[in-house]
């Protein structure tokens, strides 16, 4: 890694002009907080960029760095290597690409690491030496989005090393967490109610959402509305398989689907049937179909699996001993969304490097949390005009994750 750092600082040292930072269309908070990160590297060495993003969402405006280049000679591609789905692709600058997403080849200058958990950990590995407050921040909140607060099953000693390297950079968790999880306000509030009120369970620890586009118009869902509702999907304890599709509501006979996965089940074999890829237990696709016919493919090829899969779903997880510590951390903070502290993810770390399980841990605490848990919060939200008094956890861990000041 310490080689490929020097590679990719001459590699980016060679531009006159300026640098143009992208990421993927649709982007997510690693991929935002892979480009606001990078920017504030480069602003701190210091080099002239711009960033260039199809939407910030609701990444917070003083987390955004501010542009000093008014031309480019060279575009930085982050969190993404197909120039298919990069936004703002420039085919006439000379590119570098920093990715952490499994890919065969990629026809750039390129740092490249699917065992990495996130972009935004490869970049805070790769320039650990330029980080600051502003740049840590960033990228924390990039590793939370992408390992589900550091309970999916890509979470490893290095991704626990990486969030207490940048913390130890000045990175402030709860802005990070807030940026990770952020609902913006009662209104989308409301819309991820309506939208966790649809989740049904198909088959035994198959979990579904389903959008049409009629809806999507009808009640203004959005894609961070419908993202929003798959991540707390994941928060059922026996869910094995999470399915959210959505049509497109600008571009008829478009279908966005999304899938997230635990053992046995695999999220990339989904997508990867529909032409679309990503991780081992997340991916996703884009399908040029309506919403009942994708949804009939998708379930008949759950079909085929889930004989196999039931048996293993509804049974607990073996926990270890050092599982069961792990999960006591997970616990005590209420799965990382308050109290969380550097002695905390070092202690989490010393655990996992002896053979703890990140994603066993969390569910132990997740056991209790069941499709009507869920259905009982949307209740719990659209009967309030405000979530203030949350008293199950999960209504306290969405009530943590609501941002009244953020409206849009």
Avoid at 41 to 49: A, G, K, V
Avoid at 182 to 205: D, N, S, T, W
Avoid at 280 to 307: F, H, I, N, Q
């Amino acid at each position: 890694m310490k080689m490929d750092s020097k590679k990719i600082l001459k590699e980016i040292t060679k531009s006159r002009k300026g640098i143009k930072i992208v990421t993927h269309e649709r982007p997510d908070v690693d991929a935002l907080g892979s480009v606001a990160g990078m920017g504030w590297i480069l602003h701190s060495m210091p080099m002239p960029f711009f960033t260039c993003v199809e939407t910030w969402l609701s990444f917070h405006p003083d987390l955004r760095p501010p542009s000093s280049a008014s031309a480019c000679d060279m575009q930085l591609v982050l969190d993404v290597s197909d120039p298919n789905r990069t936004y703002g692709f420039d085919t006439g600058l000379h590119t570098v690409v920093i990715d952490h997403h499994p890919v065969d080849k990629v026809p750039f200058f390129s740092v490249v690491d699917p065992a990495c958990c996130a972009t935004s950990a490869l970049l805070s590995e790769l320039f650990s030496d330029y980080l600051d407050d502003r740049s840590s921040t960033c990228f924390l909140a990039g590793v939370l989005a992408d390992t589900g607060v550091l309970s999916y099953s890509n979470v490893d000693e290095r991704a626990l090393r990486d969030a207490i390297r940048l913390i130890q950079c000045g990175a402030k968790w709860e802005i990070a967490y807030g940026e990770a999880t952020k609902i913006c306000g009662m209104e989308q509030a409301k819309h991820i109610a309506q939208l966790l009120r649809r989740v049904y369970e198909y088959k035994p620890g198959v979990f579904v959402l389903t959008v049409p586009k009629e809806d999507r118009v009808k009640f203004g869902f959005t894609d961070a509305d419908c993202s929003s509702a798959l991540s707390i999907m994941q928060w059922i304890g026996k869910g094995c398989l999470f399915i959210s599709a959505r049509e497109n509501n600008n571009q008829a006979q478009i279908t966005n689907i999304s899938f997230r996965s635990r053992y046995p089940f695999e999220a990339i074999k989904y997508a990867k049937a529909f032409g679309g890829g990503g991780h081992r237990m997340a991916a996703a696709a884009k399908v040029s179909m309506g919403l009942g016919e994708v949804m009939e493919e998708v379930l008949a090829l759950v079909d085929t699996d889930v004989p196999a899969f039931t048996q293993e779903c509804n049974e607990p997880p073996q926990l270890s001993e050092l599982d069961l510590q792990l999960s006591q951390a997970y616990a005590e903070s209420e799965l990382l969304s308050v109290n969380v502290s550097e002695d905390l993810l070092e202690g989490m770390s010393q655990l996992i490097s002896k053979g703890a399980n990140a994603e066993r841990a969390a569910m132990k605490v997740r056991e209790d949390i069941t499709l009507e848990s869920l259905h009982e919060l949307a209740d719990w939200i659209n009967g309030s005009g405000d979530v203030s008094n949350p008293r199950t956890l999960v209504q306290r861990i969405f009530a943590r994750q609501v941002d009244p000041s953020c409206q849009s």
